[in-house]
T-cell receptor, first 115, second 113 residues
Framework: SAVISQKPSRDICQRGTSLTIQCQVD?????MFWYRQQPGQSLTLIAT?????????ESGFVIDKFPISRPNLTFSTLTVSNLSPEDSSIYLC????????????FGPGTRLLVL | AQSVTQLGSHVSVSEGALVLLRCNYS??????LFWYVQYPNQGLQLLLK??????LVKGINGFEAEFKKSETSFHLTKPSAHMSDAAEYFC???????????FGAGTRLFVKA
């Protein structure tokens, strides 16, 4: 399975600011995804990060609020813009490998608290 | 459309007792099914997956799950609970392999000494 790292692991931000989260994978992967896990809840897919093109967003998520980049097959960033307390969540990066495309693997997550 | 229902947001068992976490799914095509575990302050770790091979799937840490098409279920079991099993468990379904995975609400497992 792929080894996935995320930076930062946690952060505390003021409302109105933005936070950029990095996801790095130790091997080339087919697909990269970004999920949100709000306190005490399950995972919700934000978007699919497409290499070299605009991300594909799920219903309820927009590019202005959650801009995503994926410059290559091993790296992606998610920015959470214009932060409000409601954005306090865990943000998780996940990947599907090039060889084994049956399973998603997850990074350790970034814990965001917005004051 | 695919969906997942996990019965019971909290399950409490004694150490050494049977663990049973329930999951029912809905899918218009033969699904891929997964169980993930999330330990406190960590990401998700894959426990096991069903991909249309054997209906009884064995995973890590002594867990296993049985795919029952007639019941649209994929319950997770472990014969003897250990304190280290205390965590949040998520059942997930996908109609496209590792893509567009839908997660259940999660079940928090408590293990009593």
């Amino acid at each position: 399975s792929a080894v996935i790292s995320q930076k930062p692991s946690r952060d505390i931000c003021q409302r109105g600011t933005s936070l950029t989260i990095q996801c790095q994978v130790d091997s080339q992967v087919t697909m990269m995804f970004w999920y949100r896990q709000q306190p005490g809840q399950s995972l919700t897919l934000i978007a699919t990060a497409n290499q070299g093109s605009e991300a594909t967003y799920e219903s309820g998520f927009v590019i202005d609020k959650f801009p995503i980049s994926r410059p290559n097959l091993t790296f992606s960033t998610l920015t959470v813009s214009n932060l409000s307390p409601e954005d306090s969540s865990i943000y998780l990066c996940s990947v599907v490998g090039q060889v084994n495309q049956e399973t998603q693997y997850f990074g350790p997550g970034t814990r965001l608290l917005v004051l | 459309a695919q969906s997942v229902t996990q019965l019971g947001s909290h399950v409490s068992v004694s150490e050494g007792a049977l663990v049973l976490l329930r999951c029912n799914y809905s899918s218009s095509v033969p699904p891929y099914l997964f169980w993930y575990v999330q330990y406190p302050n960590q990401g998700l770790q894959l426990l096991l997956k069903y991909t249309s091979a054997a209906t009884l799937v064995k995973g890590i840490n002594g867990f296993e799950a049985e795919f029952k098409k007639s019941e649209t279920s994929f319950h997770l079991t472990k014969p003897s609970a250990h304190m280290s099993d205390a965590a949040e468990y998520f059942c997930a379904v996908s109609e496209e392999g590792g893509f567009k995975t839908i997660f259940g609400a999660g079940t928090r497992l408590f293990v009593k000494a």
